[in-house]
């Protein structure tokens, strides 16, 4: 007789959203999310203090109306989980200190969950076991890497990484260089639909020969990202259009941007998964939400014959289903909780699955 699927729990508080999710082993029962981003905007980009208070005032409330929908009570609750990093510090240990009170009051154990693993995780609430061979490309508005995923529960390979701006940043630098506000990446997807994405060559950053080596002899950035020389040739062709007095081709510029990250990203991707012989992708993060991303990835992934996976636009963003979804697959791999003693990790590695 087989043990019943596991009830968890899940708090995510990494930047400005506040998520708790509740799933049954591979089932969502609930996933609340509580956004502050509109207390942002102004400011062009998440302030870390604004968004910890924001977390301390939505908590209870996103947890009640979790807890509600699921139709259950903390009692029935067989685990609990929470982000414990990477992210903005205050952010993390807001969520990190009120899932311990949880767990102290209930008696029931809690897993420490790493944010991009469970971005990789939320996958199961889309399809239940995940396929072997598999890759994933995390795209956010802090992340841009691709892992090789051995195991979900144990084994966490990174295999390449934004070395400067992650894509989203980019996103939103550009954003305001452009006049567009707060996030860059919706309003930029939607006005490069409009733009000629041909219409100025942008640099691909880390493309080049000496970065790219060959398949038998790797350059140091094979796999790896960098937009800020990209952002910087967007700020300079701006620049020159104003100091000539012409008109800047907004939807032009977005266009031509978003290509030129799109390009890159998507060109990595299938090449890693190529090189590394792993049949299946899973795409993920904030980013995973653009038509350009997914169409070019799409495309690509058909070409290679690489099988793409996508999550569900409401689990792409930070939420805290994914990390209840996670933490299920420890309890389902008998991975021991993590306790309380532990403290939030803002740069925790993406091979440390829970602490």
């Known amino acids: 007789m087989t043990s019943p699927a596991p009830l968890v729990l899940g708090i995510e508080s990494s930047c400005d959203e506040t998520g708790v999710g509740i799933v049954r082993g591979t089932e969502l029962l609930a996933n609340t999310v509580s956004s502050s981003m509109d207390e942002h905007v102004r400011f062009g980009g998440v302030i870390p203090e604004i968004a910890s208070r924001a977390h301390l005032d939505a908590f209870v409330p996103t947890l009640q109306e979790a807890l509600s929908t699921a139709g259950v009570t903390l009692d029935d609750v067989d685990a609990l989980a929470v982000t414990s990093g990477p992210g903005l510090s205050g952010a993390l240990m807001v969520g990190v200190a009120a899932a311990k009170a949880v767990a102290l009051a209930t008696g029931k154990p809690l897993y420490a969950i790493n944010h991009l693993v469970a971005h990789v995780g939320v996958g199961v609430l889309d399809g239940g076991t995940l396929p072997s061979s598999l890759g994933a490309l995390l795209v956010s508005g802090g992340h841009t890497e ?67 080596g060959t398949a038998e002899a790797p350059g140091k950035h094979r796999y790896d990202f960098s937009f800020s020389g990209l952002k910087t040739a967007v700020a300079r062709c701006v620049e020159q259009y104003q100091a000539r007095g012409e008109e800047v081709p907004v939807a032009d510029i977005a ?101």
């Not at 992650?166 to 452009?178: N, P, S």
């Not at 999550?311 to 289903?321: E, I, K, S, V």
């Open 146 to 212: 691709i892992l090789r995923v051995n195991s979900l529960a144990s084994d966490i390979e990174l295999l390449g990484a934004t070395i400067d701006d992650a894509a989203g940043e980019a996103y939103d630098k550009v954003a305001r260089l452009l006049g567009l506000g707060y996030p860059g990446g919706p309003v930029i997807d939607r006005l490069a639909r409009e733009g000629d994405a041909k219409a100025i060559r942008f640099p691909r950053g880390l493309t080049l020969p000496k970065f790219l």
């Open 255 to 355: 266009a031509s941007f978003q290509e030129a990250v799109v390009d890159v990203v998507t060109k990595k991707a299938v090449m890693a998964c190529t090189e590394q012989g792993l049949e299946n992708l899973l795409l993920g993060g904030g980013v995973a939400a653009n038509s350009r991303l997914r169409e070019l990835l799409a495309a690509r992934c058909a070409s290679a014959g690489i099988n793409l996976r996508i999550p569900p636009m409401g689990l792409c963003t930070d939420n805290g289903a994914m990390v209840a979804a996670l933490a299920a697959q420890l309890v389902m791999n008998g991975v021991r909780p993590t306790g309380i003693g532990f403290s939030a990790d803002s740069g925790q590695p993406v091979s440390q699955i829970s602490l």
